[in-house]
């Protein structure tokens, strides 16, 4: 039978990769969003040089 000691050793190492994921999942989406304003803002830039008012809209 497990004790109790161990039962919570699993429990806290557990709980802390579930935490180190999500951590590293969320830094994902938030340079994903970072990475696609950049892109958009280029867009945009390109956009009005040459002029092009359909893309402006957006």
Do not use: P
């Amino acid at each position: 039978m497990v004790s109790g000691k161990r039962l919570a050793d699993i429990g806290y190492r557990t709980f802390s990769a579930s935490m180190m994921l999500l951590t590293a999942y969320g830094g994902y989406l938030c340079a994903m969003r970072g990475y696609r304003y950049m892109q958009k803002q280029k867009q945009l830039k390109l956009a009005a040089e040459n002029q092009d008012h359909e893309v402006i809209k957006d």
